[in-house]
């Protein structure tokens, strides 16, 4: 055999021996075609590569490069949203988790609320609040003064700023509850005079505000009420009407429908904001001394000498009698819409359930008793006030004292608190509708006759403040 056969054979054998990583052999018709062999080293073992002109690098190697320098996949216009929808759900899931304790106080604070109104609407809501008020500092208690005559009436605004009162000398005066300045002045004006005095001419006996602080009205010894602006004590109209001195007022909470009451025995019923007379109801045997209402179409009244309690049922045309006191029954107040407070001048006080014809209890000789000449006469009753579907309420009489109850359990009981020394007549108690503070409108006689006449009193207003055990307590913690 010739020798270049044996060159070929020999080539043949060692391609045959170069393993996987040969290039891969020529396809037909390129048999001619000549290869060059590049070597690389590795270290030291050699890799042979061979490549040849006719034919084109194979892409395997290249490809497979490549796909380790891309990513995984490549992310769709789809895709993207969706991505950044979830991650802007996952960041509301978190700011949602970081707010769920507030957002649960807050629903724990609306169900509350939602749950006091529903009790209120049907009488059963009672804060228990009395427990933690503390007996006022005597240096805490205020006295604004501006009138020559004994107070007879006065309301607190419903954002508790101020104060406004009326007395025998005809005035109203709108005070500033922290600064105790006056804010207005409506002078009272001499009898004769109603043609072209603006205001009152007769000493005024009651007042009421609406809760939304709109209008004030005033009633008064002439048979009249007066409506105000009272922002500005702006004189808007009046409403005759009445037979005798008109002796309660009071509008029905969330309206500015007018309830009044006079001492010729008849309730009538007005709409302030049209200006309009509504009607006339009539029951009581002797001269109505009070009257109040809250949010239901009711309004209740305490029948002086006739000895009786009348619940109004305005829509029903119909009213509810009540048996009690042994004396003339002279001031009421509602605590809620099933309860209420008396006064009488038999020096008892009665606490009374719209269900029940008997008074629920009876405290008898409330203030004590004096002594005129050889008989003891009990002081009487001038002035109840009780904060609003709580247990905390008050009565004012002549023994230089307001005296603070505590109603029990269903209002089944009566227990005094504490008492504040306040000289002269008590004609007038209201809380604030927080319960913060009470009123007291003080004068030298009683708001309905000149019975009596305590020298030593001062005609005024005391501010007294009721300040709670925990406030006391943080009080001191900050000192």
Not at 62 to 67: A, L, N
Not at 112 to 131: H, N, P, S, T
Not at 320 to 326: D, E, N, Q
Not at 437 to 454: K, P, T, Y
Request: charged share 30%; glycine share 8%.
């Amino acid at each position: 055999m010739s020798s270049s056969f044996f060159k070929k054979t020999k080539e043949k054998t060692k391609l045959g021996k170069r393993g996987r990583n040969a290039a891969a052999p020529t396809q037909k018709g390129d048999s001619g075609a000549k290869g060059k062999v590049q070597k690389k080293k590795h270290g030291s073992r050699y890799n042979e590569e061979i490549s040849s002109d006719s034919e084109p690098e194979s892409p395997v190697v290249p490809k497979r490069k490549q796909t380790k320098e891309e990513p995984e996949y490549d992310e769709t216009p789809q895709e993207k949203k969706l991505r950044l929808a979830k991650l802007y759900l996952e960041q509301l899931k978190e700011e949602e988790e970081n707010k769920a304790e507030e957002d649960s106080f807050a629903t724990d604070l609306i169900a509350g609320r939602l749950q006091d109104d529903v009790l209120e609407q049907k009488g059963k809501l009672q804060r228990f609040i009395a427990k933690d008020v503390i007996v006022p500092d005597a240096s805490e208690i205020r006295m604004f003064r501006g009138h020559k005559l004994p107070i007879t009436c006065l309301v607190i605004t419903p954002d508790e700023k101020c104060i406004i009162s009326a007395a025998k000398d005809c005035s109203i005066i709108k005070w500033d509850v922290k600064s105790g300045k006056k804010l207005h002045t409506i002078p009272g004006g001499r009898k004769g005079t109603e043609d072209r005095h603006v205001g009152h001419t007769a000493h005024i006996l009651c007042m009421a505000i609406s809760s939304d602080g709109k209008y004030l009205a005033t009633g008064d010894m002439n048979k009249l009420i007066m409506i105000w602006e009272a922002e500005t004590c702006k004189h808007l109209y009046k409403f005759p009407g009445h037979k005798g001195p008109v002796s309660g007022l009071s509008f029905r909470k969330g309206t500015h429908d007018l309830y009044s009451a006079s001492q010729d025995r008849s309730v009538k019923v007005w709409n302030v904001a049209e200006n309009a007379y509504v009607e006339t109801l009539f029951g009581h045997q002797d001269s109505i001394t009070g009257l109040d209402s809250l949010s239901r179409e009711r309004c209740v009244t305490a029948g002086g000498r006739d000895g009786t309690v009348r619940v109004w049922k305005i829509i029903e045309e119909s009213q509810l009698v009540f048996h009690g006191h042994a004396g003339s029954i002279d001031c009421i107040q509602l605590i809620n819409e099933e309860h209420m407070i008396t006064g009488a001048d038999d020096g008892s006080v009665c606490l009374w359930s719209v269900n029940k014809k008997k008074p629920l209890t009876t405290v008898k000789k409330a203030h004590g008793c004096y002594s005129d000449t050889e008989l003891e006469q009990p002081h009487w009753i001038s002035s109840v006030a009780a904060v609003h579907n709580s247990d905390l309420v008050a009565s004012g009489s002549h023994n230089s004292n307001i005296q603070l109850w505590k109603c029990g359990h269903n209002y089944r009981s009566l227990e005094p608190l504490f008492s504040v020394p306040v000289s002269g007549f008590v004609n007038s108690l209201k809380f604030s509708s927080s319960g913060q503070f009470l009123v007291a409108g003080v004068g030298q006689e009683h708001r309905l006759g000149r019975w009596w006449r305590l020298k030593e009193a001062k005609n005024g207003i005391y501010v007294i403040p009721l300040k709670r055990k925990r406030d006391q307590e943080a009080d001191e913690t900050d000192d």
